[in-house]
């Protein structure tokens, strides 16, 4: 494993962005380092993701590793070489790093492989519109049976190689919804005559205010943000007969985010009765909350520990949603942090840059838990 020479595969990706769903090129650039190293097999799934298969010689657990590879519509301002070369995308969440990550843990799997059990490494694409790990997921071709699965995130604000980790909810709940409410037009001097939607947004944004809970100390903590609304023409003798809000939900846990959205549909609908429009309702970006089972968070602290890695456990989930989420719905498994530095820039910010320096710590990390396992 050379150090160096993944810096500058690192500082390459970060070069060339791709937004989610369009990562081809970064899925032949990974495939062509994968196709490098001895394993038992390289599959392209999920559209343009991909997963690389490492065997021992005996019978074990079956372990799935995640990184995503996908980039943001975000103008990058930084003006260091390896800035983006794409104009409004770039790697500002750290995908970036998070896959040379995995090929590192890749390189050492080839080099030393396990003695027992199957391991999956999934480069999935996707992850910023939550709809890479269904893609993966869904696929005819994924059969790998998962018995615990592992990922990821670099945190900034976080002191640099920090480990951090929770048991339960790591990542919150989130999802967005558009409500579009249709009416009727009618003569700016007589509304009455057609159905203006401007009172069921109006309810519908004080609605998302009460339904929210806002105490990030209790398990029911749920917000509704106001994301964007729409109504009418810049036409000022017409009274409006269309109109639209979008929301975006949080909540820690998936139970709380179920609640929260059979409250919220049913008001709307019953706003929209009474102004007698029609409703029309459509969700996208939808992310299951992180739920860290507390097996694979005892392989997580375990191994920071014995890695001699400086260990935290944070008190409440991230308030940021994660498409890993869709995985440990479907199995054990836990999402853990590595601290990016307590001065670098936040995630999704214009001006930030994963920090090569904790590459080296990502890879020990996922390789100490795959000692610890098989």
């Known amino acids: 494993m050379n150090l160096e020479s993944l810096k500058q595969t690192r500082r390459y990706l970060h070069q060339h962005p791709e937004r989610s769903g369009e990562e081809q090129h970064t899925q032949a650039y990974l495939k062509k380092q994968l196709e490098k190293l001895n394993h038992q097999g390289i599959q392209e799934i999920g559209g343009t993701g991909l997963v690389v298969f490492f065997k021992g010689h005996q019978k074990g657990r079956q372990v799935l590793l995640r990184a995503d590879i996908d980039a943001l519509p975000i103008q990058e301002v930084n003006d260091f070489a390896h800035a983006s070369v794409h104009e409004g995308v770039s790697h500002k969440c750290g995908h970036d790093g998070h896959s040379t990550i995995l090929l590192g843990v890749a390189q050492s799997l080839s080099e030393n492989p396990p003695e027992r059990g199957e391991v999956c490494l ?83 944004l004080l609605l998302s205010e009460q339904l ?11 917000l509704i943000t106001h994301i964007y609304a729409e109504l009418g023409e810049k036409a000022y003798g ?36 009474a102004q007698k429009l029609l409703l029309e309702t459509e969700w996208l970006e939808v992310f299951f909350a992180n739920q860290n089972h507390k097996e694979a968070y005892a392989y997580i602290r375990e191994s920071a520990e014995a890695l001699g890695l400086d260990y935290s456990d944070r008190a409440q989930p991230f308030k940021w949603g994660e498409d890993f989420g869709l995985f440990t719905q479907k199995t054990k498994g836990a999402m853990f942090g590595i601290g990016s530095g307590e001065h670098c820039p936040a995630l999704h910010n214009p001006d930030y840059d994963y920090p090569d320096e904790i590459t080296e710590t990502g890879i020990r990390m996922f390789v100490q838990l795959l000692q610890s396992m098989l």
Not at 180 to 189: I, L, V
Not at 212 to 222: L, N, T, Y
Not at 258 to 273: G, M, P, T
């Open 212 to 222: 929210s809970q806002k105490d990030i100390a209790r398990e029911d903590f749920s």
């Open 238 to 273: 017409v009274s409006a007969g269309y109109g639209e809000v979008h929301l975006t939900l949080r909540s820690w846990d998936n139970r709380t985010m179920d609640k929260l959205v059979n409250e919220l549909l049913k008001e709307v609908q019953s706003i929209a009765r």
């Open 122 to 204: 999934v480069f999935q694409p996707a992850e910023e519109n939550g709809k890479g790990a269904r893609a993966i997921l869904e696929d005819p071709a994924f059969q790998f049976k998962t018995e615990l699965a592992f990922a990821l995130h670099n945190l900034p604000g976080y002191p640099l190689h920090q480990v951090v980790c929770r048991k339960g909810s790591f990542t919150a709940a989130a999802r967005s919804v558009i409500f579009r409410f249709k009416g009727k037009t009618a003569h700016a001097a007589e509304p009455e005559a057609g159905y203006n939607p401007a009172i069921a947004m109006a309810k519908t």
